[in-house]
């Protein structure tokens, strides 16, 4: 909405500040912030009149979690909320790729919502229909990849792109629809998994919409991503403030979630994020840097898919518990040991993902 001021700074010259998108990115992560901790403490009254006795907790889960008994869910309407107002107010609204993640992030937060509702009325740890909810994810997803493939040029629309060797461009044509679907709904579900712990999601998260908003911004910015040597793709640069508006909204989030929290994330908020971070790596063309730069919510995933699989084929378990931070509590770490352990392996993920910008 303020992008639109700048095409009145012939007559106020102070208007020209907002063509720059660095800047927006600011402003919408400053504007996230705000609203989440002006906004938090009402947000998490409410919810905790509501919901009563909160989420429920898993009765195989580690002991030291059933003192979080009566903690209030859905605390992604804190995040999803701010993230929107601020988006709409510091991005660029006639670009497609705006619309097409923003309306990825709220239809995977609705999936979440009605998953923690039924969680938290039906007082169980089993929400919404697995199959139910991932065909819906995949409509949404397979949408929202169409319009991002209909917004591109050529067969570099469809093709997709390896880090560190520039000149591979592998053309999967409508198939690509399937695989850009596949990746936005494996990134939300991955992080759902993640979220398990108190702040152990939230800031990966943060980290992320960090390393793609710069992504973004470069992939954006013809005289960037010439320099980089990394694929230009017009209009991705808009995704930077919805990116700056998360890290906000993050941080304000991780203000009430840090132990002992005082509201947990949900499902609302977890694929809502992870369904937006994945939509953004189909933008940019960065869908395998995304599996690096995610790393943490790959071997997060992975962890629950060996587990099950070794124990249909064998009856045996490969963890003490999935997802995997549960494993590390098991052997005895604490909690906060393991959420700064895990914070740490997140940050030098990304850092490995985007020096894949210059090793080309």
């Known amino acids: 909405m303020m992008a639109y001021l700048a095409e009145f700074a012939d007559t106020v010259p102070l208007f020209n500040v907002f063509r720059y998108i660095t800047f927006r990115t600011g402003a919408a992560m400053i504007t996230g912030f705000i609203v989440v901790f002006l ?12 919901q009563g006795r909160g989420q429920p907790i898993r009765a195989d ?15 992604g309407l804190m995040i999803l909320s701010s993230v929107i107002v601020s988006t709409l107010l510091w991005a660029d609204l006639r670009n497609i790729y705006v619309w097409t993640v923003l309306l990825v992030t709220i239809g ?23 199959r ?11 949408l929202a990849v169409g319009a991002i493939v209909y917004a591109g040029t050529d067969s570099f629309a469809t093709s997709l792109a390896f880090p560190f060797i520039k000149e591979v461009l592998l053309n999967l044509g409508l198939f690509y629809v399937v695989f850009g679907a596949f990746v936005i709904v494996g990134a939300a579900n991955a992080v759902n998994l993640t979220d398990g712990l108190d702040g152990l999601a939230i800031v990966p998260i943060m980290i992320a919409a960090a390393a793609f908003g710069l992504i973004a911004y ?8 010439n320099y980089l040597q990394i694929h230009y793709v017009a ?12 890290i906000g909204a993050g941080l304000g989030f991780l203000w009430f979630n840090a132990p ?6 949900g499902d609302t908020g977890s694929l809502a994020l992870g369904g937006m971070t994945g939509a953004i790596a189909v933008a940019t063309k960065h869908e395998i840097v995304l599996a690096i730069i995610g790393g943490l919510f790959v071997i997060e995933a992975m962890s629950v898919i060996i587990q099950v699989a070794s124990f249909k084929l064998t009856g045996k378990r490969v963890f003490l518990m999935a997802p995997i931070h549960h494993h590390f509590e098991k052997l005895g770490w ?18 490995v993902g985007l020096s894949t910008l210059k090793l080309r």
């Open 39 to 50: 906004f938090g403490p009402a947000i998490i009254a409410a919810l905790r009149l509501r």
């Open 61 to 75: 889960g580690p002991q030291t979690h059933f003192k979080k008994a009566g903690t209030p869910t859905m605390g």
């Open 108 to 130: 995977f937060g609705a999936i979440g919502f009605y998953d923690d509702y039924l969680k938290v009325t039906k007082q169980s740890d089993l929400g919404f229909s697995g």
């Open 132 to 142: 139910a909810r991932l065909a819906l994810e995949f409509v949404i997803a397979g």
């Open 218 to 225: 470069i992939s954006g910015n013809v005289n960037f991503s």
């Open 235 to 246: 209009g991705t640069g808009e995704l930077s403030p919805l990116c700056g508006a998360v």
């Open 260 to 265: 002992p929290a005082a509201i947990f994330m």
């Open 334 to 351: 604490t909690e906060s040991q393991v959420v700064v352990r895990f914070w740490i392996i997140a940050f030098m993920l990304a850092f």
